[in-house]
């Protein structure tokens, strides 16, 4: 399984981005899918996660209302959209595969990774 995120740039406080993530090698409904980031000098960290149908969802509050996790089964596709942006979001962000396709909650379970796509949020 790889997966390939993309989408990041550099944005201004309040615009909004979306970051794709493309799955290949493995069929995405069988993988709960979730977006980490992690800033300079910082851990990596959970942002958000969805189950394998879409319908279940889960946010860090840091994130919540202003972040919106969504999948494309058919297209083998998730997407991050980032709303109302801070500085604070700057990180690399990157997308996760968990072969639980119920464990979009259970962070220790992915372990699929791509490579990061960067964000940088300025003031």
């Known amino acids: 399984v790889q997966l390939q995120a993309s989408g990041g740039g550099v944005v201004r406080t309040g615009t909004s981005l979306t970051l794709s993530c493309k799955l290949s090698?493995?069929?995405?409904?069988?993988?709960?899918m979730g977006w980490f980031r992690q800033a300079p000098g910082r851990e990596r960290e959970f942002v958000a996660g969805?189950?394998?149908?879409?319908?279940?969802?889960a946010y860090a509050d840091s994130v919540k209302g202003r972040f919106t996790i969504s999948r494309d089964n058919a297209k083998n596709m998730v997407y991050l959209r980032m709303d109302s942006l801070r500085p604070g979001d700057t990180a690399d962000y990157f997308c996760?595969?968990?072969?639980?396709?119920?464990?979009?909650?259970?962070?220790?379970?992915?372990?699929?990774w791509g490579q990061g796509a960067l964000v940088t949020v300025s003031s």
């Open positions: 996760a595969a968990n072969p639980h396709p119920y464990g979009h909650r259970n962070i220790n379970g992915f372990n699929y």
């Open positions: 090698g493995g069929t995405l409904s069988s993988f709960a």
């Open positions: 969805i189950g394998w149908s879409g319908t279940m969802t």
